[in-house]
């Protein structure tokens, strides 16, 4: 029976340019220090001063939701924000599973039970959610008990997923179909607007999927085909250009406008996609846009 490949950051660092070994060593141990310092946090007072170094408001209040027609979300913090900011790895080229598609973060978890009580109190006739974890994860926890949840249309929206410029935007196989298959799912959502192989919805948003036409839906094919083309070659980790993600903000923008039927529209998106659709918006934001924030403008 043939041995399973394991792609930890030790044997990374073996096969990568000569140039980035330290760096995948270093990550390694910045992966373990950041799970050192979650479990000190279980542990801490919201004021402990080793608390502050994570610079999170746990607290986000919304801004300009009463009379605006479109309420924009960012996800909530999720592992790469945690990690990037226990640790200040900083590198996003240097490649580990882990943090592919991440999942909120326990703190980002109570950053919705914070916010839940707010977003219970606004209309909806739909929500458009982008088909990361991070996102959709956002979306159940916020909308698990709102009082018009089985009336809102939840739908799976790729083009306002986030820009595949690093690893923490790549989705990873799997995490969409669990989600799906699972009866304890809080909201029922929407796959209209996804492909009919939905785990290679993000390779056909990207006009890639012929490339990976021999490739299973599984972790092991997944991580092969990106140790291959990013690891071993010392590439950036970068799938699609600032131009293409211009362009599919812009399509789903424009579908927006003429569907004027829906009159309280919810996107639950990333920072990214976010500021490409403030730049459309008729209102200068001066907020920033942190993990939470809960924002309302018109387009």
Known sequence: MQQKIVFDTQSLSQ???????ESYKLLGQKLQEAKDFENKLHHMNDEDHEWEK?????????????????????????WHNYFKRATEFRDRNIYSYELMDPPLHYLGKKQCVKM?????????????????LRTIQTAQLL???????????FILCPNISEKISSQYSIYKWGNLT??????????????SEMPEKLEFWQFNLIGK???LEGL?????????????KFVKKGKTIRLEKNQHAE????????????????????IVSHSQIIKLILSQSDKVVETKIRNGTVLGINI
């Open 15 to 21: 096969i990568c340019p000569e140039e980035q070994r």
């Open 54 to 78: 994570l610079q999170i408001e746990l607290d986000c209040t919304p801004h300009n939701t009463k009379n605006s027609k479109y309420i924009i979300i960012r996800h909530a913090l999720a």
């Open 116 to 132: 839940r009580s707010e977003i219970n109190m606004m209309e909806f006739d739909v929500v458009y959610i982008s088909p990361l």
């Open 143 to 153: 909308f698990q008990d709102h009082p018009q949840k089985d009336k809102i249309q």
């Open 178 to 191: 669990n989600i799906l298959q699972d009866e304890t799912n809080p909201i029922k959502f929407d796959i």
């Open 209 to 211: 999927q012929q490339k």
């Open 216 to 228: 299973k839906p599984c972790k092991e094919d997944q991580e092969q085909f990106l140790v291959n």
């Open 247 to 266: 362009k599919r903000v812009k399509i789903f923008l424009e579908t927006l406008k003429q569907n004027q039927s829906k009159t309280k529209v919810g």
